[in-house]
Every structure is written in C-alpha cells, then in structure tokens.
C-alpha cells in the first residue's frame, strides 16, 4: 500500500525536483530506451555500407532481425522529434509488401516500450479529482481520471491561474529557479479541457484556496495494459461503412450526461471510447493499414499528426503520443496517387520497408516460422527437422528477393548482401546495383522490395508438415521444402513475369542445396563433421604456400593458423591441386594464376579482420574440392555415388550403414532423411 502523501502532488513535485520522477515526452522516453548505456549500439557493415545496430531490438526471445537502414530511420526520426525538430510534427510509417515484417517491428517496439516503462525510474504518472459528488455539478460521479492520462507537471504547471504563481509553487517543492523558468519555456503544455474545466469548478468550490484544492487532487501511476490498449495502443482499418470518428477521438457519452447538469462540460464527451486518448500521456498509437481507412478517418490522423490535439465540438484535448503506421504498397500508391490527400503524405515520414536479403538472417526468421516448440505428427510422436531444411528454405526465399543484374549472378548478389566474398567481384558491384535500383520511381522495383515473404515461407512449411510423406517418416525432409515453395509461388504469385522468376530463382536454390548434400555426404563419409572443411583450406593453405619463399626442399610449408596462432606444417600436393583447379574449370596457367591471385589476396586481408574465415562460402571451390576427394577416396567403387547406389555387395552395405550412422550420431540427421538424403545425393537431379 502507498502512503497518502506518495499520492499527492507536492510530493510528485518533489520526487520532479530530486530527479526520482521524469517529465518527458514519448520522444524523449524512446531515446532515451533506445540510445542510454554503454552498449546501446555499435557500427557494422551492411551491403558494404557502414551503419548503427541498437541492442535494444536485438534482445529477447524472437527480436527483430535484420531490418538494419529502417531502425535507423526510426532511431533518427525520434531522436529528431526529442530535440524538437520537425518530426515532431509527422507520423512514421512503414510502406511494403505483406508479410515483410512491418506489423512485426511495430507490436515489438510497443512490447519493448511497455517494459521500459515498467520500470521504477521509468514509470509514468497521471492524474485524478476525488469527491467530485461534493461539488453537487457532477451527480454520483466521484472520482475522475485524467481522460489523456496527463502528467501531473503539467497539472503543476497549470495549478495557480499565473504563470509566476506556478513557477514559484515548483520553486518552493525544490525545482531551482532557473529549471523552472526552463521547464516552463520549453516544456510548458496546458491542460485537456476537462481537467482545465473540473480545476476550475474545483477552484470556484474551494474560493480559490489552493491547499484545499489539492485534497482534491490524487496522483496515479499510469496503467500499463497492453489489452486495455493504455501506453500502446492499435487501431486497425476497419470496415468503411461502420468505421467513424469516434474510434478515434471519442463521443458524448450517454451515462455521464445523467449525472453532470452542465451541458456545457467536456467531461461528458468520453475520449476514452476512442483510440488515441488512452495513449495520450506519452504513448505509441499503431495505426495498421492507415491508408485503408476512409477518408474522413485519415483527415482525422491528419489534425491529430500536425497539432497533437484531440478536437471534439470546439474543446481540444493535447496529447502526447507518438504515431506509427503502417501501409502496403498498392494501398499507398492508390491514395498517393488522389492528389488532394498531399498535405497527409506531407504529414508522414515515409519508410520503405524491404524484405531481408541476407541469407545468414534470414535462417533466425526461418527458425520463427519454424515455431520454437518441437513438432509432432497428427499421432504425436516426435517429428524431427532435417538439418538441412533451414539452409533450403531460407535461400529459396531470399533468392526471389534478389534482383537481376548484367553485372552480377544471383549467386554473387547473395554473397554479397551476406558480407561474403563473391570470387573476385568486389562489395562495390553490390553498392552501384542498390544505388541505381533506389533511383527507380516505382518502389517495388527497388533493392529487396519485392519477394517470397516470411507468410508465404511459413505456409510452404505448413504444406510440408501436412503431407503424408512427412507424416509417415516422422521427418521434415529438406528435400521437400521446394515442392511446398513452387506450389505457393503458383497459388499466390499472380504476376507471370514474378512467378517466372521465382521459379528460376526456386532452381537456383536447389543446386545450392545438392552443394551441401554432397558437402554433408563426403563429411559422413569421412567420419567427420568438418571434413570437407579441413580440404578446403588443405588447397588454400598449398597455394599460399607456393607463392611463400619458405618452402623447404621436401614440400612442406610450415606456417602460424590465423585463427589459434599455433604453428602448423602442410605439404604441398601439386596432383591435388590441378585436379582442384580442373574441377574449377581452369585450362591455362594463366587462369590458374589468376585464381590462385585471388584465393591469397582473400587469405591474406581475411587473416586480419576475419582469422575463422574458412572459404566455405566460395560454392565453386567447395564444389570442386568435394568432387576431387569424392572421387578419388572411395577405393575399388569408383565413386561414393556408385558404392552407396549399388548395394549388392558387402563392403557397400557397409559403408551405407557407416554413413547412415554417422550422419545421424554427428551431422543430426534422423534415419529417414539421412536415407532421403543418400537416395537424393545418388541421383543426378538438381546439378548445376
């Protein structure tokens, strides 16, 4: 329980003046959330471009993802409004495709937001009049809430009917002088007209004695209910025949016009019935689908945005609120498109939300459609997710995201938007593609804004767990994720010209997926998770040391692992690296060379600011490498393809239950795809 003097108003003062309690707007508070504390943020590189990361969206179980140039947009539109700019005048909406993860960002700021100011030193507070009965104007009403949850400063800062008088009033609770003429210049906001009309009956009760007036007067913490729709709130566009005003601002209530005889009191319009009063005292209103509303609707956001007032029959209502919205693409090209609702797009900052891009990323949003509880079959027994079914889907959609370009291959594009090295192609080939896609007038047509969106991957996974297939083996089989994919881009993809490349894009993703099976099987083959790995940079660390001075007489290349530092020898094996460099479709020394050139120039600018890096990225030397160990290490089968195919014979059963065992005790395989997947690995389907 409080005691009575925590709930009164000298002592919010006061709690102001010792720094215990604040008196800010939401601008302010969401800085302050997002930018306080020594980790807050810190640079990084995205599509070769540097840029700031906030920790705050980073945190928790399913925070954001990617999504890295809009939080900053939003970081700066709030940090702009916080020191009064002119964002504090507009409204922040994100305009995209469904499903990209607009809805998704907004209910986690609001999420994050209700936390912050859950906090002690956060919390916000408000105000209400006790024993308004006694005034004999308002009926059986006795208490009365602030109905915009104003802040009991502002109260403070309105108590006397002069200026001076309320400068002196904060000066005598502990506000030095010139803070209060500060606070009063800068911060200085009048009172809803209710409040402003019950103080003043209140002051006309009490003859004006302000001691008594304060009896009436009870401070409260702000409620922090998310189903309430207090501190954050939504609203979502409606039906346009039965959506009105009111949703928003509020009506004349009925049951209150039975207790108050003055007509003339804006108490008896109840704010509350609407949206935005109940995020009025420093909250976030989400507007979903703005542009779907009616147009009287929207001219409403329009007042609200620019003056950050509720109007209703002459009597205004400040708030303090931050407004964030959202939009698809043909809803706000269609209302951009009627010129005379300009002056509301004028009113708005305008973000474009794209799609994710990278494929590393995009494999945590691929474990969000996944679900985090682990799947059963319709008889509940366990279902188990073939490892590889991450990896296949997330390229299969974010390849449909990645444009065409004469300079670059889709396959260079991905490596590129990852952070990885695409062969010789350099990150700027990246930059000058998003830099003349961004000039294109039409939005969808820029860098990541049109694709295969996070819905439409969740429902290709739900027709993969809801066939029978599935059900039987008691597995997701990776393999299986593309028939769900194409089937989706045939049902929802109604653009021929998208669909055709979709389906390409579909191709693309499945030879990227024969390259990890045959990675996966010569690993099991093996016996070792990170076979292929070790082979990779077997060739890598022999064609640095050909060009290295100190190579002993018997071949051997002793040098320091970039990544422990300890000291390691390798000998040089010319026969392994032609068939390599063959395998890569190199004929002349030249080309060799050339290849070889690159391979160290990437060795040697990785072993500084990457030491891990493995060049397990460079598909066509895993490609290459993988071909030359698979056909030169199974002895007497001429290949592992033929040997695990033909199992007449002993030894080759053998090795097929070896590898079977393998994958399932050390590459996390369940029986039937690590089956699936030899039956797959031994046919020629998908090659590139």
């Given at each position: 329980?409080?005691?009575?003097?925590?709930?009164?108003?000298?002592?919010?003062?006061?709690?102001f003046a010792q720094g215990s309690r604040r008196f800010e707007n939401v601008y302010e508070s969401i800085s302050r959330m997002i930018l306080t504390g020594p980790d807050?943020?810190?640079?990084?590189?995205?599509?070769?471009?540097?840029?700031?990361?906030?920790?705050?969206?980073?945190?928790?179980?399913?925070?954001?993802?990617?999504?890295?140039?809009?939080?900053?947009?939003?970081?700066?539109?709030?940090?702009?409004?916080?020191?009064?700019?002119?964002?504090?005048?507009?409204?922040?909406?994100?305009?995209?495709?469904?499903?990209?993860?607009?809805?998704?960002?907004?209910?986690?700021?609001c999420r994050i937001y209700r936390e912050f100011l859950s906090k002690e030193e956060n919390r916000r507070y408000t105000f209400k009049f006790m024993g308004m009965d006694?005034?004999?104007?308002?009926?059986?009403?006795?208490?009365?809430?602030?109905?915009?949850?104003?802040?009991?400063?502002?109260?403070?800062?309105?108590?006397?009917?002069?200026?001076?008088?309320?400068?002196?009033?904060?000066?005598?609770?502990?506000?030095?002088?010139?803070?209060?003429?500060?606070?009063?210049?800068?911060?200085?906001?009048?009172?809803?007209?209710?409040?402003?009309?019950?103080?003043?009956?209140?002051?006309?009760?009490?003859?004006?004695?302000?001691?008594?007036?304060?009896?009436?007067?009870k401070i409260i913490p702000v409620p922090m209910s998310e189903t309430l729709g207090t501190v954050t709130g939504k609203y979502s566009a409606r039906d346009k025949i039965?959506?009105?005003?009111?949703?928003?601002?509020?009506?004349?209530?009925?049951?209150?016009?039975?207790?108050?005889?003055?007509?003339?009191?804006?108490?008896?319009?109840?704010?509350?019935?609407?949206?935005?009063?109940?995020?009025?005292?420093?909250?976030?209103?989400?507007?979903?689908?703005?542009?779907?509303?009616?147009?009287?609707?929207?001219?409403?956001?329009?007042?609200?945005?620019?003056?950050?007032?509720?109007?209703?029959?002459?009597?205004?209502?400040?708030?303090?609120?931050?407004?964030?919205?959202?939009?698809?693409?043909?809803?706000?090209?269609?209302?951009?498109?009627?010129?005379?609702?300009?002056?509301?797009?004028?009113?708005?900052?305008?973000?474009?939300?794209?799609?994710?891009?990278?494929?590393?990323?995009?494999?945590?949003?691929?474990?969000?459609?996944?679900?985090?509880?682990?799947?059963?079959?319709?008889?509940?027994?366990?279902?188990?997710?073939?490892?590889?079914?991450?990896?296949?889907?997330?390229?299969?959609?974010?390849?449909?995201?990645?444009?065409?370009?004469?300079?670059?291959?889709?396959?260079?594009?991905?490596?590129?938007?990852?952070?990885?090295?695409?062969?010789?192609?350099?990150?700027?080939?990246?930059?000058?593609?998003?830099?003349?896609?961004?000039?294109?007038?039409?939005?969808?047509?820029?860098?990541?804004?049109?694709?295969?969106?996070?819905?439409?991957?969740?429902?290709?996974?739900?027709?993969?767990?809801?066939?029978?297939?599935?059900?039987?083996?008691?597995?997701?089989?990776?393999?299986?994720?593309?028939?769900?994919?194409?089937?989706?881009?045939?049902?929802?993809?109604?653009?021929?010209?998208?669909?055709?490349?979709?389906?390409?894009?579909?191709?693309?993703?499945?030879?990227?997926?024969?390259?990890?099976?045959?990675?996966?099987?010569?690993?099991?083959?093996?016996?070792?998770?990170?076979?292929?790995?070790?082979?990779?940079?077997?060739?890598?660390?022999?064609?640095?040391?050909?060009?290295?001075?100190?190579?002993?007489?018997?071949?051997?290349?002793?040098?320091?692992?970039?990544?422990?530092?300890?000291?390691?020898?390798?000998?040089?094996?010319?026969?392994?690296?032609?068939?390599?460099?063959?395998?890569?479709?190199?004929?002349?020394?030249?080309?060799?060379?050339?290849?070889?050139?690159?391979?160290?120039?990437?060795?040697?600018?990785?072993?500084?600011?990457?030491?891990?890096?493995?060049?397990?990225?460079?598909?066509?030397?895993?490609?290459?490498?993988?071909?030359?160990?698979?056909?030169?290490?199974?002895?007497?089968?001429?290949?592992?393809?033929?040997?695990?195919?033909?199992?007449?014979?002993?030894?080759?059963?053998?090795?097929?239950?070896?590898?079977?065992?393998?994958?399932?005790?050390?590459?996390?395989?369940?029986?039937?795809?690590?089956?699936?997947?030899?039956?797959?690995?031994?046919?020629?389907?998908?090659?590139?």
């Amino acid at each position: 329980m409080k005691k009575k003097e925590d709930q009164s108003l000298d002592f919010h003062v006061r709690e102001f003046a010792q720094g215990s309690r604040r008196f800010e707007n939401v601008y302010e508070s969401i800085s302050r959330m997002i930018l306080t504390g020594p980790d807050a943020f810190r640079k990084t590189k995205v599509n070769g471009r540097t840029t700031y990361d906030f920790s705050i969206f980073r945190n928790g179980h399913k925070h954001l993802v990617g999504l890295y140039d809009e939080i900053n947009s939003f970081v700066s539109f709030v940090k702009d409004a916080a020191e009064n700019g002119s964002s504090s005048e507009m409204a922040f909406v994100l305009v995209g495709e469904p499903g990209n993860g607009k809805t998704y960002f907004v209910e986690y700021l609001c999420r994050i937001y209700r936390e912050f100011l859950s906090k002690e030193e956060n919390r916000r507070y408000t105000f209400k009049f006790m024993g308004m009965d006694k005034l004999g104007t308002y009926g059986k009403i006795s208490d009365i809430e602030s109905q915009t949850y104003e802040d009991p400063t502002v109260l403070a800062m309105n108590l006397y009917e002069s200026r001076e008088e309320n400068i002196k009033y904060c000066v005598s609770l502990g506000l030095k002088e010139k803070t209060a003429y500060e606070l009063f210049d800068r911060k200085y906001r009048s009172l809803g007209a209710c409040s402003d009309y019950i103080l003043s009956d209140i002051r006309e009760y009490t003859g004006g004695n302000i001691e008594e007036m304060k009896k009436f007067i009870k401070i409260i913490p702000v409620p922090m209910s998310e189903t309430l729709g207090t501190v954050t709130g939504k609203y979502s566009a409606r039906d346009k025949i039965t959506s009105s005003a009111k949703d928003l601002l509020g009506e004349e209530s009925v049951q209150r016009l039975l207790h108050i005889s003055d007509t003339s009191n804006p108490y008896r319009i109840d704010l509350r019935v609407g949206a935005l009063a109940r995020v009025g005292g420093g909250g976030i209103h989400f507007s979903d689908e703005m542009f779907k509303n009616k147009k009287d609707l929207v001219q409403v956001y329009l007042g609200v945005i620019q003056n950050r007032n509720i109007e209703i029959d002459g009597y205004k209502w400040p708030i303090d609120t931050l407004i964030v919205a959202t939009s698809n693409n043909e809803e706000f090209n269609r209302f951009v498109s009627e010129k005379e609702e300009a002056p509301i797009v004028d009113r708005c900052r305008i973000c474009y939300i794209g799609h994710n891009t990278n494929y590393k990323l995009q494999e945590e949003l691929t474990s969000y459609a996944l679900g985090s509880l682990t799947k059963t079959t319709m008889s509940g027994e366990s279902l188990h997710i073939d490892p590889n079914l991450n990896f296949a889907a997330s390229n299969s959609v974010v390849l449909s995201r990645l444009p065409r370009s004469e300079k670059l291959t889709p396959l260079e594009v991905r490596k590129l938007a990852a952070g990885e090295v695409a062969g010789d192609k350099s990150v700027k080939a990246l930059i000058e593609l998003i830099d003349d896609l961004q000039k294109e007038t039409d939005i969808t047509k820029r860098f990541g804004q049109r694709g295969i969106g996070h819905r439409n991957l969740g429902r290709a996974i739900q027709l993969v767990i809801e066939n029978s297939e599935t059900q039987e083996g008691r597995c997701m089989f990776a393999g299986n994720i593309f028939r769900g994919v194409e089937q989706i881009i045939l049902d929802y993809v109604k653009d021929p010209n998208f669909r055709a490349k979709y389906l390409e894009d579909l191709k693309t993703a499945k030879s990227l997926y024969r390259e990890k099976v045959r990675t996966d099987m010569f690993n099991a083959y093996m016996d070792e998770p990170h076979a292929i790995r070790k082979e990779v940079m077997n060739y890598v660390n022999m064609v640095v040391a050909i060009d290295s001075q100190e190579v002993g007489p018997d071949n051997m290349w002793r040098y320091a692992d970039p990544a422990t530092g300890e000291a390691k020898a390798i000998k040089i094996d010319d026969t392994y690296i032609k068939s390599v460099e063959e395998r890569l479709g190199l004929k002349n020394n030249e080309q060799k060379e050339s290849f070889r050139t690159t391979i160290r120039r990437i060795y040697g600018r990785k072993a500084h600011t990457d030491p891990n890096y493995d060049f397990m990225d460079n598909n066509e030397l895993v490609k290459a490498v993988t071909d030359v160990r698979l056909q030169s290490d199974v002895a007497g089968a001429g290949s592992l393809v033929g040997a695990l195919a033909n199992r007449t014979n002993e030894e080759n059963e053998k090795l097929y239950s070896r590898i079977i065992k393998t994958m399932m005790e050390k590459l996390s395989y369940c029986k039937t795809c690590a089956q699936k997947t030899i039956d797959y690995f031994c046919t020629r389907q998908d090659e590139s």
